[in-house]
């Protein structure tokens, strides 16, 4: 994040003085502001996860793709949506269509945001990274770049299973290219039985973002470390038309802070 701590606080104070909001800066003019705001969510088919349950992690956000059609983000911001991932692309050659729309709408309301891959099965894993790069913004103040890889069983025209180790080196291929043009280390995005059916965590040392919506992650994936949980998803957010995922980040604002300004956690 290039602004520091002491020039948000300046800032937000000088709009005090001059009597009203303006507008939060965006990814375009230096990243977004890094302000947490407390998670104001329903749920249509709530979970209970016990004691260990995602009300207890401090910074929540959403993914979203072309099934949200309308976001207020300024309204999402201040009921809790603290950060983004957007589906750009899948496969080589489908661009999610309203990936543009939601990279501005998250970035002008300072919504901190990444962009995701769907992987697909019966393309290279080279030209689909060459497709993400085509159309996805590098921006400095952007989260890191995710791979999304999980079974497509209901897919139109690709619903092959291949070998787990052939998984993992066609998702080394995507990594490292997607890695050596963002200069951000990947995030993977996984489902339980394809997280364990090709055991991914021997892909390497990435950040991993786990679904799991009847149990807490580390129940689910063997005590894993996990830096994204998406727990639901039929959450309620205002300013969020229909239903939508949710998730949390493993970690207090500080090594949220951290991890937004390119640290590891």
């Known amino acids: 994040m290039r602004h520091p701590l002491a020039l948000a606080v300046l800032f937000s104070v000088l709009l005090a003085a001059c009597g009203g909001p303006a507008p939060a800066p965006s ?30 992690h401090p910074v929540h956000g959403i993914d979203v793709s072309r099934f949200q059609t309308q976001i207020d983000w300024w309204t999402a911001r201040e009921n809790g949506v603290n950060f983004a991932f957007i589906k750009a692309t899948e496969g080589g050659d489908l661009l999610d269509p309203m990936f543009r729309d939601h990279w501005r709408g998250a970035g002008r309301a300072g919504v901190p945001r990444g962009a995701y891959h769907f992987f697909y099965h019966c393309r290279p894993a080279a030209e689909q990274a060459a497709f993400f790069i085509r159309n996805v913004p590098r921006s400095a103040d952007a989260l890191p770049p995710v ?3 999980e079974w497509t069983p209901f897919s139109p025209t690709c619903t092959i299973r291949r070998a787990p180790e052939v998984i993992r080196a066609e998702a080394k ?45 580390d129940e ?46």
């Open 27 to 56: 990814g375009a003019g230096g990243g977004p502001e890094l302000r947490l705001s407390k998670a104001n969510f329903g749920d249509a088919d709530p979970a209970s996860f016990g004691p260990r349950g995602p009300e207890g």
């Open 173 to 217: 291929v995507f990594l490292d290219i997607v890695e050596a043009h963002y200069g951000k280390r990947p995030i993977i995005y996984s489902t339980v039985d394809f997280y364990k059916e090709n055991q991914m965590w021997r892909v390497g040392n990435y950040p991993f973002w786990l679904r799991s919506v009847a149990a807490h992650p």
């Open 220 to 265: 689910v994936y063997g005590g894993r470390h996990w830096t994204f949980w998406q727990y639901t998803s039929t959450g309620l957010i205002p300013g969020v038309a229909g239903e939508v995922d949710i998730n949390v980040f493993d970690g207090n604002e500080a090594q949220w802070a951290a991890f937004v300004g390119g640290g590891a956690v």
């Open 147 to 149: 791979l999304d890889m």
